[in-house]
C-alpha cells in the first residue's frame, strides 16, 4: 500500500473514533438522564410490571367409607373483596351510580341492611393509606367465608359483574372441609383448622401426607392491570383414603348409644364394632355430655375416648384372668384346674388380706359353692379374686406376663394410625432381694387386679382381646385404612394384619368361648342376647376412681362395660360398650347389655337374606284372587307376574240374571252390572259392600242398581 492510501486511511478511523466516542458520550448522558430526570416515570413502570411465583394448592383427597360413601371432602369456599383502586374508580360516577344497587343486592345475599353495607363500602373507599393513596386495595365486602353458589350470586351483582381489574371485586379461594354425614365418626375421621387449613386429629393428621397432596408454582406476570399465569409445576393432588367405616353400622351404633345416654342420664358412652376376620373397625363411637347455656344436656364428639380413656376395666377383665389360669393349666388345691372347679363363695362377702371382697348380691346372701363356669356366668368377684390368688399369689409375676401372652395388655401401635391412642398400663410386680415384692406390690394387689381393678386399659383394647377369643385365638390390629385410591386406582393398600396367631391354647380359647355363650344365655348378660341368633359376651360393672379421693367421694360413678361378639356358633362382629354415670341404678349388662343387643340385632338385620316365600303368615294369600269383572288390566299383570289366573266368580252368570259383584272395586263392578243391562249408581268409595238389585234376580227393562262403597 501507498504511503498516499495510507494517509487516506487514517482519517477513516479517526472519524470512526469520534463518532464511537460521541455514541458513548450519548448512551452515557441519557442513562444518567434516566437515572435523574425519568427517575419517577420508570418506578411507576416498574410497579406495574411484577414477576413473582405463587404456590397454587393442590385438593386435598377425601375420606370414604368402606362402601365408598364420602365422609370427608373438600369444597371451594371464598372470601370476596374489593380493590377501591381498580380502573373503575378513577372516575367515581360509575361507581356512584351503582352503589345503591349493589348494596340492596347484597342486603338480600347476606343478614346485613343495604344501608350497612353501604356504610362499610365508603369507609373502604376513603380509607386513607401508608403511601398517601386514598381507597383501600383488598377491602373485604362480607367477613365470612361463603360457598360457591353465593359467591356466584354476588358475581352477578351490578357492578361486580365487570372485569376484575375493572371493577376491583376480587376473591381468594380456601378449600373447605367438610363432612357429608356431619358428626358421624367425628372423631375418628378427623378435622381441619379452618384458617389455616391444616389437620388436627384423627385419620385427617394422621394421614395428611396422604390426603393433603404436592402444591405447585405458577409464576405470576403483572403487564399493567394485568396478571398473567404461567404454570411452572403443576399441583398434584392427594390420594383418596378408604376406610373401614361402614356408614349404616355407624350410625346404627351412635343411635344405639345416645338413645341408652339419654335414658340413663349418662356422662360418656363409647361403642366399637369390629368385624372378626380382619379386624376392620365398621363403627367407633365416642359421646360426651355437655350443657348448653341454659344447662339442657346435650351430647358431641369431642374426644375418641374408645382409643384414649383408659381406665380400670372391672369385670370384662375376668375373662382375661381365667384365660391366663386355663392356659397355664397350674393346679390349684392339688386339683387340675379346670371349669368344674368348685370355689366356695360363701355368703358373697369374703375377708381378703384386710380388705372385704363383696359379690354384688352380697346382701342377698351370695352364691355359694359355685365352679369356675358359673363364677363368670354370674361375674363372683369372690369366685375369680379366690382362683387368681390361690394360683399365683407366690408368682405374680407369672400372672402379669400371662396377661401379656394372650393379648389383653398388648400396644395395639395405633398411635400413627390414631393420634391420641394410648397403650394399656399394667403393673409387672418386681421382687427384693429378700424375696418380697417391691413397696408398690400389696397382697391385695393381685386380687383386685384379677377382676379389673389396678389396671388402665382403654376399649379399644378390650374389644381387640375379646375379638381374638372370637377369632379362635387369632389376634388381629384393629384396621381403620383398607386402601389409599388416585383417580381410580389403588396406589397402596394396609392389609389386615396380625398381632398373635395364637393367644391361647385352642383348648382354652374353646372353653372360654363355652362360658362365655352361657353368660349370656343363662348369666347375667341375658339383656344382650337375641332370640334370633346366638351371643357370646361378659358384663362389666366398675366403680371409677376419683383420685387421691377414692371410689366413694361424694356421688360414685359407674363404668359399665359390655363386651362380646355375635353370631356366637359363626362369629362376624366383636363389639364392644361401655357408659360412664354417676348413681345408681348402675348394670353393665342391664344398660350397655341392652345397647349391645340393639346393636347386633340391627346388623344381623342388614345381612338377612330371606325368601319371598318366608314373608307369608298364615294369613297371608300369596297368589292372588281376582274378582269376575273387566278382567283385561288384572290379566295383564298377572301374565307379567308369570302367576296362572284364578278368578273368584268363575261361572258366568245369565245375561238376565244379576250378577253378584260385592267384594268387587268400583270399575270391575260397574262394567259387569252395565254389560248385563243394568243402570248403576255409586254411593261412597272403595269396594263394593252391598249391592241394591240383589244377585241372582232377573234383570227388566232400565232397572237401577245402587252400589255402597266402603
Same mark, same amino acid.
Given at each position: 500500500?501507498?504511503?498516499?492510501?495510507?494517509?487516506?486511511?487514517?482519517?477513516?478511523?479517526?472519524?470512526? #473514533?469520534? &463518532?464511537?466516542?460521541?455514541?458513548?458520550?450519548?448512551?452515557?448522558?441519557?442513562?444518567?438522564?434516566?437515572?435523574?430526570?425519568?427517575?419517577?416515570?420508570?418506578?411507576?413502570?416498574?410497579?406495574?410490571?411484577?414477576?413473582?411465583?405463587?404456590?397454587?394448592?393442590? +385438593?386435598?383427597?377425601?375420606?370414604?367409607?368402606?362402601?365408598?360413601?364420602?365422609?370427608?371432602?373438600?369444597?371451594?369456599?371464598?372470601?370476596?373483596?374489593?380493590?377501591?383502586?381498580?380502573?373503575?374508580?378513577?372516575?367515581?360516577?360509575?361507581?356512584?351510580?351503582?352503589?345503591?344497587?349493589?348494596?340492596?343486592?347484597?342486603?338480600?345475599?347476606?343478614?346485613?341492611?343495604?344501608?350497612?353495607?353501604?356504610?362499610?363500602?365508603?369507609?373502604?373507599?376513603?380509607? *386513607?393509606?401508608?403511601?398517601?393513596?386514598?381507597?383501600?386495595?383488598?377491602?373485604?365486602?362480607?367477613?365470612?367465608?361463603?360457598?360457591?353458589?353465593?359467591?356466584?350470586?354476588?358475581?352477578?351483582?351490578?357492578?361486580? $359483574?365487570?372485569?376484575?381489574?375493572?371493577?376491583?371485586?376480587?376473591?381468594?379461594?380456601?378449600?373447605?372441609?367438610?363432612?357429608?354425614?356431619?358428626?358421624?365418626?367425628?372423631? @375418628?375421621?378427623?378435622?381441619?383448622?379452618?384458617?389455616?387449613?391444616?389437620?388436627?386429629?384423627?385419620?385427617?393428621?394422621?394421614?395428611? #401426607?396422604?390426603?393433603?397432596?404436592?402444591?405447585? /408454582?405458577?409464576?405470576?406476570?403483572?403487564?399493567?392491570?394485568? !396478571?398473567?399465569? &404461567?404454570?411452572? @409445576?403443576?399441583? &398434584?393432588?392427594?390420594?383418596?383414603?378408604?376406610?373401614?367405616?361402614?356408614?349404616?353400622?355407624?350410625?346404627?351404633?351412635?343411635?344405639?348409644?345416645?338413645?341408652?345416654?339419654?335414658?340413663?342420664?349418662?356422662?360418656?358412652?363409647?361403642?366399637?364394632?369390629?368385624?372378626?376376620?380382619?379386624?376392620?373397625?365398621?363403627?367407633?363411637? $365416642?359421646?360426651?355430655?355437655?350443657?348448653?347455656?341454659?344447662?339442657?344436656? !346435650?351430647?358431641?364428639?369431642?374426644?375418641?375416648?374408645?382409643?384414649?380413656?383408659?381406665?380400670?376395666?372391672?369385670?370384662?377383665?375376668?375373662?382375661?384372668?381365667?384365660?391366663?389360669?386355663?392356659?397355664?393349666?397350674?393346679?390349684?388345691?392339688?386339683?387340675?384346674?379346670?371349669?368344674?372347679?368348685?370355689?366356695?363363695?360363701?355368703?358373697?362377702?369374703?375377708?381378703?388380706?384386710?380388705?372385704?371382697?363383696?359379690?354384688? +348380691?352380697?346382701?342377698?346372701?351370695?352364691?355359694?359353692?359355685?365352679?369356675?363356669?358359673?363364677?363368670?356366668?354370674?361375674?363372683?368377684? &369372690?369366685? *375369680?379374686?379366690?382362683?387368681?390368688?390361690?394360683?399365683?399369689?407366690?408368682?405374680?409375676?407369672?400372672?402379669?406376663?400371662?396377661?401379656?401372652?394372650?393379648?389383653?395388655?398388648?400396644?395395639?401401635?395405633?398411635?400413627?394410625?390414631?393420634?391420641?391412642?394410648?397403650?394399656?398400663?399394667?403393673?409387672?410386680? =418386681?421382687?427384693?432381694?429378700?424375696?418380697? !415384692?417391691?413397696?408398690?406390690?400389696?397382697?391385695?394387689?393381685?386380687?383386685?387386679?384379677?377382676?379389673?381393678?389396678?389396671?388402665?386399659?382403654?376399649? /379399644?383394647?378390650?374389644?381387640?382381646?375379646?375379638?381374638?377369643?372370637? $377369632? +379362635?385365638? =387369632?389376634?388381629?390390629?384393629?384396621?381403620?385404612?383398607?386402601?389409599?385410591?388416585? $383417580?381410580?386406582?389403588?396406589?397402596?393398600?394396609?392389609?389386615?394384619?396380625? /398381632?398373635?396367631?395364637?393367644?391361647?391354647?385352642?383348648?382354652?380359647?374353646?372353653?372360654?368361648?363355652?362360658?362365655?355363650?352361657?353368660?349370656? #344365655?343363662?348369666?347375667?348378660?341375658?339383656?344382650?342376647?337375641?332370640?334370633?341368633?346366638?351371643?357370646?359376651?361378659?358384663?362389666?360393672?366398675?366403680?371409677?376412681?376419683?383420685?387421691?379421693?377414692?371410689?366413694?367421694?361424694?356421688?360414685?360413678?359407674?363404668?359399665?362395660?359390655?363386651?362380646?361378639?355375635?353370631?356366637?356358633?359363626?362369629?362376624?362382629?366383636?363389639?364392644?360398650?361401655?357408659?360412664?354415670?354417676?348413681?345408681?341404678?348402675?348394670?353393665?349388662?342391664?344398660?350397655?347389655?341392652?345397647?349391645?343387643?340393639?346393636?347386633?340385632?340391627?346388623?344381623?338385620?342388614?345381612?338377612?337374606?330371606?325368601?319371598?316365600?318366608?314373608?307369608?303368615?298364615?294369613?297371608?294369600?300369596?297368589?292372588?284372587?281376582?274378582?269376575?269383572? +273387566?278382567?283385561?288390566?288384572?290379566? !295383564?299383570?298377572?301374565?307379567?307376574?308369570?302367576?296362572?289366573?284364578?278368578?273368584?266368580?268363575?261361572?258366568?252368570?245369565?245375561?238376565?240374571? @244379576?250378577?253378584?259383584? *260385592?267384594?268387587?272395586?268400583?270399575?270391575?263392578?260397574?262394567?259387569?252390572?252395565?254389560?248385563?243391562?243394568?243402570?248403576?249408581?255409586?254411593?261412597?268409595?272403595?269396594?263394593?259392600?252391598?249391592?241394591?238389585?240383589?244377585?241372582?234376580?232377573?234383570?227388566?227393562?232400565?232397572?237401577?242398581?245402587?252400589?255402597?262403597?266402603?
Amino acid at each position: 500500500m501507498s504511503k498516499f492510501d495510507n494517509d487516506k486511511v487514517i482519517p477513516r478511523y479517526m472519524a470512526v #473514533s469520534i &463518532i464511537l466516542t460521541l455514541i458513548g458520550f450519548a448512551i452515557i448522558g441519557k442513562a444518567f438522564y434516566t437515572m435523574t430526570a425519568k427517575k419517577q416515570y420508570w418506578t411507576e413502570v416498574a410497579d406495574r410490571l411484577k414477576r413473582d411465583s405463587v404456590s397454587v394448592k393442590p +385438593n386435598r383427597g377425601n375420606i370414604l367409607s368402606c362402601d365408598g360413601q364420602l365422609m370427608a371432602t373438600s369444597i371451594p369456599e371464598y372470601k370476596i373483596f374489593i380493590d377501591f383502586q381498580a380502573a373503575a374508580f378513577e372516575d367515581d360516577s360509575l361507581w356512584d351510580e351503582k352503589v345503591d344497587s349493589v348494596c340492596e343486592g347484597l342486603s338480600h345475599i347476606f343478614p346485613y341492611t343495604a344501608h350497612e353495607f353501604k356504610v362499610l363500602l365508603e369507609k373502604g373507599k376513603k380509607k *386513607v393509606n401508608s403511601n398517601g393513596t386514598v381507597g383501600a386495595r383488598h377491602w373485604p365486602i362480607y367477613p365470612r367465608r361463603i360457598d360457591y353458589n353465593t359467591y356466584v350470586e354476588v358475581k352477578s351483582l351490578p357492578f361486580f $359483574n365487570m372485569p376484575k381489574y375493572k371493577s376491583g371485586f376480587h376473591e381468594e379461594v380456601f378449600n373447605a372441609r367438610r363432612r357429608p354425614f356431619t358428626t358421624l365418626a367425628q372423631r @375418628t375421621i378427623g378435622g381441619l383448622y379452618g384458617a389455616k387449613d391444616s389437620a388436627y386429629f384423627g385419620l385427617e393428621l394422621a394421614y395428611d #401426607s396422604i390426603l393433603r397432596g404436592t402444591p405447585g /408454582i405458577t409464576g405470576r406476570r403483572k403487564v399493567l392491570n394485568k !396478571y398473567m399465569n &404461567i404454570p411452572v @409445576t403443576l399441583p &398434584i393432588d392427594g390420594g383418596d383414603i378408604v376406610t373401614t367405616i361402614d356408614v349404616n353400622m355407624q350410625d346404627l351404633a351412635e343411635r344405639a348409644l345416645l338413645d341408652e345416654l339419654k335414658l340413663v342420664n349418662g356422662e360418656m358412652g363409647v361403642a366399637i364394632l369390629m368385624e372378626v376376620a380382619t379386624g376392620d373397625v365398621k363403627a367407633i363411637v $365416642n359421646m360426651q355430655r355437655y350443657h348448653d347455656s341454659e344447662g339442657n344436656p !346435650y351430647y358431641a364428639e369431642t374426644v375418641n375416648s374408645a382409643i384414649s380413656y383408659r381406665c380400670e376395666p372391672g369385670s370384662v377383665f375376668k375373662v382375661a384372668s381365667f384365660l391366663v389360669a386355663l392356659d397355664d393349666e397350674l393346679p390349684i388345691g392339688g386339683h387340675k384346674i379346670d371349669t368344674s372347679y368348685v370355689i366356695h363363695t360363701g355368703g358373697g362377702v369374703m375377708p381378703m388380706y384386710g380388705r372385704e371382697m363383696k359379690d354384688h +348380691n352380697w346382701r342377698r346372701g351370695g352364691y355359694g359353692d359355685i365352679n369356675m363356669a358359673r363364677t363368670l356366668e354370674v361375674s363372683s368377684n &369372690i369366685g *375369680v379374686s379366690h382362683v387368681i390368688d390361690k394360683i399365683y399369689h407366690d408368682q405374680a409375676e407369672r400372672y402379669v406376663k400371662g396377661l401379656h401372652r394372650i393379648g389383653i395388655a398388648e400396644d395395639l401401635k395405633l398411635q400413627n394410625i390414631l393420634p391420641g391412642y394410648r397403650p394399656p398400663l399394667i403393673r409387672m410386680p =418386681k421382687r427384693k432381694k429378700n424375696g418380697h !415384692y417391691d413397696d408398690n406390690w400389696y397382697a391385695t394387689t393381685l386380687p383386685w387386679m384379677s377382676i379389673g381393678y389396678e389396671t388402665q386399659i382403654a376399649p /379399644i383394647n378390650t374389644v381387640t382381646f375379646y375379638n381374638a377369643i372370637a $377369632n +379362635n385365638g =387369632k389376634m388381629m390390629r384393629p384396621r381403620f385404612v383398607k386402601k389409599v385410591v388416585k $383417580n381410580g386406582e389403588v396406589i397402596r393398600e394396609f392389609p389386615p394384619e396380625v /398381632i398373635k396367631e395364637r393367644i391361647a391354647k385352642p383348648k382354652a380359647v374353646k372353653t372360654m368361648q363355652t362360658i362365655l355363650e352361657h353368660v349370656v #344365655s343363662q348369666g347375667l348378660g341375658r339383656k344382650a342376647g337375641s332370640r334370633l341368633f346366638k351371643v357370646a359376651g361378659k358384663t362389666g360393672t366398675a366403680q371409677v376412681s376419683q383420685g387421691k379421693a377414692g371410689y366413694k367421694s361424694g356421688t360414685v360413678q359407674y363404668w359399665l362395660s359390655f363386651a362380646g361378639y355375635f353370631p356366637a356358633d359363626n362369629p362376624r362382629y366383636s363389639c364392644i360398650v361401655c357408659l360412664k354415670k354417676s348413681g345408681l341404678p348402675a348394670s353393665g349388662g342391664g344398660m350397655s347389655g341392652v345397647v349391645f343387643h340393639h346393636i347386633a340385632e340391627g346388623v344381623m338385620a342388614r345381612n338377612l337374606k330371606m325368601s319371598v316365600e318366608d314373608a307369608r303368615d298364615e294369613h297371608s294369600v300369596f297368589i292372588p284372587e281376582v274378582k269376575d269383572g +273387566n278382567s283385561k288390566d288384572a290379566n !295383564y299383570v298377572l301374565n307379567k307376574l308369570g302367576i296362572r289366573k284364578r278368578m273368584a266368580n268363575d261361572v258366568k252368570t245369565k245375561q238376565d240374571i @244379576t250378577p253378584n259383584v *260385592v267384594g268387587m272395586g268400583a270399575k270391575d263392578a260397574v262394567y259387569l252390572l252395565e254389560s248385563h243391562g243394568l243402570r248403576v249408581k255409586l254411593v261412597g268409595r272403595g269396594k263394593v259392600k252391598k249391592q241394591s238389585y240383589p244377585a241372582g234376580k232377573a234383570i227388566t227393562e232400565n232397572s237401577v242398581c245402587i252400589l255402597t262403597l266402603e
